[in-house]
């Protein structure tokens, strides 16, 4: 089942750049109701990412066993419902982005304290914040943006109804999700990829018994 899961993450984040790129199509082509939808669903794919992710990590910790590596335990924690995935999605993103951002100063002698820090921190949240509509709010945009929907007594084609507002903050999460998830593959390839990085982790966990 480890393979299975290093495989569906591979999967998801080629999908994650398809829905993102057909997304940009659509855009170019002024679709902007269906262009929404995807973004809406990169972004929700994103949340898939981060939640096998965050699994085959627990079973790397030695926090899961073997045995309790199966599609049950993924169903359990959300993996077919939508609402945990945008949840999950706006989570890793803030997870994930501070973390990226604290390696890169690293990288670049800076240290991971301090006032400069700080700043940056908060910055990265305000912009996360600035963007994210509610989950709630997220859903319901999903599905005005492919149907023609009834309000204030009139009937509305989805470009008609999805605001420019609304538009911008999908694209600019999906946008930033992509990116983040794009990060954390180069960094799992610079370890020669989940295996890698598995016997790496393990082997600093024996070392440190």
Known sequence: ??????????????????????????????KFGRSYTLFHLCF???????????YLMDFFNYKIKPRDLNYGQLRK???????PKLTQS???????STLFMMISR??????????????ELAEIEKKIDN?????????????????????????HLPDKTITVKQYINIQKLANLGTEIIEMMM?????????????????KLLKENE
């Not at 706006?90 to 994930?96: A, H, N, V």
């Open 1 to 30: 089942m480890e393979d299975k899961i290093i495989s569906a993450l591979n999967f998801t984040f080629e999908n994650i750049k398809s829905l993102n790129e057909d997304a940009h199509i659509l855009k170019e082509h002024s």
């Open 44 to 54: 929700e794919e994103c949340g898939r990412f981060y939640l096998l992710h965050d």
């Open 77 to 83: 924690l959300g993996y077919e419902k939508h609402q």
């Open 90 to 96: 706006l989570d890793g993103m803030r997870k994930f």
């Open 106 to 119: 690293s990288q670049n002698n800076l240290t991971n304290s301090g006032t400069d820090f700080e700043k």
């Open 131 to 155: 963007i994210a509509e509610s989950e709630m709010e997220l859903d319901r945009l999903k599905n005005v943006g492919l149907y023609v929907t009834y309000s204030d007594n009139q009937f």
């Open 186 to 202: 180069e960094f799992y390839e610079s370890k020669g990829g989940f295996i890698g990085f598995k016997n790496e982790l393990r």
